[in-house]
């Protein structure tokens, strides 16, 4: 059983970054497709980003685009996203979880860490 635990957010004026990670325990990362997601107050879980098992291939959210930077270490068993130019919108906790099924939708993802949340002030 794999567990997943987010660290790195954080309270960041906008136009700043942060770097979230993932790292992963029980089980090695390296043979899942990684996602990360967040979720805003009053608002359902979204899709942020994701990255095949080996790093070949990533996918983005259109609102993240060109800001935001999906990446993994399979040696140290984390997954990482870069937050650039951050806007207040970006605001909410963010999630790390393993790709189970083919969509990008939240039921599609499973193992879920306990997220961490990122607030950006304008």
């Known amino acids: 059983q794999v567990t997943l635990v987010e660290s790195g957010g954080g309270l960041v004026q906008a136009g700043g970054s942060l770097s979230l990670s993932c790292a992963g325990s029980?089980?090695?990362?390296?043979?899942?497709?990684m996602g990360w997601f967040r979720q805003a107050p009053g608002k359902e879980r979204e899709f942020v980003a994701a990255?095949?098992?080996?790093?070949?291939?990533?996918r983005y959210a259109d609102p993240v685009k060109g800001r935001f930077t999906i990446s993994r270490d399979n040696v140290k068993n984390t997954v990482a996203l870069q937050m650039d130019s951050l806007k207040p919108e970006d605001t909410a906790i963010y999630y790390c979880?393993?790709?189970?099924?083919?969509?990008?939708?939240?039921?599609?993802?499973?193992?879920w860490g306990q997220g961490t949340q990122v607030t950006v002030s304008s």
């Open positions: 979880a393993i790709q189970r099924g083919e969509g990008w939708g939240p039921a599609d993802f499973a193992s």
């Open positions: 029980g089980r090695t990362l390296r043979v899942f497709d």
């Open positions: 990255i095949s098992w080996d790093g070949e291939d990533t």
